[in-house]
């Protein structure tokens, strides 16, 4: 089944702390790309990768960094988390088809994180 | 500054009559729209899309509408089923490598047995 997993679903952490958020997809895709929701501000975009080793930062990057080693896994970390991070973030990934943004983007379920 | 805008943060509809969902954008290099659905504990599923070079594309109940010219978009539901109860989130992306979207804040579409 084609799918994108994350890992944890649910996280309650204190500030400070580091955790990763691991992503993975099974459909090949090179771009990926992780999201935080909030309440009344919808999806936003943190980060994004084109492919293996070429990440770039989105719309609200700050206090997060990625890594993209592997084609299928693309972990989101939190160095020293903090309340302002407490969110719903999606892990997202699609096929770029000839380097255009016309490609569907495939979610995954959510990760839950509360930072103390 | 918001590039896709969902004014309505709610609709509630009555099964089997028309769910109207509106979306305006402001940035004129988007070429491609999306409307995805998402039901709660969920991520998002992709609904229907368009292209900026179509005024309709029509996928069973589903039908979204571009107007280029007035920067607005509309997902039209008929016959709307108590299932289709979900956020719904108009995105949009400009042409080029980066396959970012830009979403909208969502509307929480309700549909009334």
Known sequence: EAQVTQNPRYLITVTGKKLTVTCSQNMNHEYMSWYRQDPGLGLRQIYYSMNVEVTDKGDVPEGYKVSRKEKRNFPLILESPSPNQTSLYFCASSLVAGGLSTDTQYFGPGTRLTVL | ?113
């Open chain 2, 1 to 113: 500054d918001q590039q896709v805008k969902q004014n309505s943060p709610s609709l509630s509809v009555q099964e089997g009559r028309i769910s109207i969902l509106n979306c305006d954008y402001t940035n004129s290099m988007f070429d491609y729209f999306l409307w995805y659905k998402k039901y709660p504990a969920e991520g998002p599923t992709f609904l229907i899309s368009i292209s900026s070079i179509k005024d309709k594309n029509e996928d069973g109940r589903f039908t979204v509408f571009l107007n280029k010219s007035a920067k607005h978009l509309s997902l039209h539901i008929v016959p709307s089923q108590p299932g289709d109860s979900a956020v719904y989130f108009c995105a949009a992306s400009e042409a080029g490598a980066n396959s970012k979207l830009t979403f909208g804040k969502g509307i929480t579409l309700s549909v009334r047995p």
